[in-house]
């Protein structure tokens, strides 16, 4: 039985989130998760990408890599579709959203070396997605991205200036925060779950 793109989306959204679920993506969800806005600015970009190069690479392996059985170099290939894809949206970001630019710095190329981005490739691979699931995998993705490190820079705004012991300031808290988070996501899991 063939999933519908509609469950994909909504399950790449709550109940197998990148970084909830999967753990992929941790490093710039915990580095850039202090501010909303720059939380916000970069979730787009990797909702974005995540969207964009699902289908290109979606693409790029069902057309080129297997027809020409090309597949064992899937890796590499969809390494340099997402480095260029990436390098793309940065200049775009640089030219268009200079304040954005500036906030995001250096994690705004690091999305090249995101896993949740490699790895949303991967999986629709792996799943035999088609493209509107890869497409809506890609996308739920990334809203889930999104929604996951815009809620954990609301909650680290509001616990910006709380009284914490030593060793829970900074990334300690911050993960006990994901892993409470986490938690809560996995609720959804009896809902919708997609293999």
């Known amino acids: 039985m063939e999933v519908s793109p509609f469950i994909v989306f909504v399950a790449s959204i709550f109940t197998s989130n990148m970084i909830l679920s999967n753990f992929l993506g941790m490093c710039s969800f915990i580095a850039v998760s202090k501010e ?3 939380a916000w600015g970069l979730g787009q970009a990797v909702t974005f990408v995540l969207t964009g190069t699902s289908v290109i690479n979606y693409l790029v ?10 597949v064992y170099l899937r890796y590499i290939v969809f390494i340099l579709l997402i480095a260029a894809f990436v390098q793309l949206v940065e200049m775009v970001i640089e030219r268009y959203f200079p304040v954005l630019h500036l906030h995001l710095g250096i994690f705004l190329p690091l999305i090249t070396v995101n896993c949740a981005v490699f790895g949303v490739s991967l999986f629709t691979v ?13 996308f739920g993705s990334g809203i889930g991205w999104t929604l996951a490190i815009v ?5 680290r705004q509001k616990i910006k200036n709380a009284p914490l012991p030593k060793g829970l300031e ?6 006990i925060i994901t892993g409470i988070m986490a938690l809560a996501f996995i609720g959804f899991s009896g809902i919708i779950h997609v293999q």
């Open 36 to 38: 909303k806005s720059t």
């Open 61 to 70: 392996y069902h057309y080129v890599l297997v027809p020409y059985g090309l």
């Open 126 to 138: 792996i799943r035999q997605y088609n493209l509107f699931q890869a497409t809506a995998f890609g």
């Open 151 to 155: 809620a954990l820079a609301g909650i």
């Open 170 to 175: 900074g990334a300690g808290i911050t993960l």
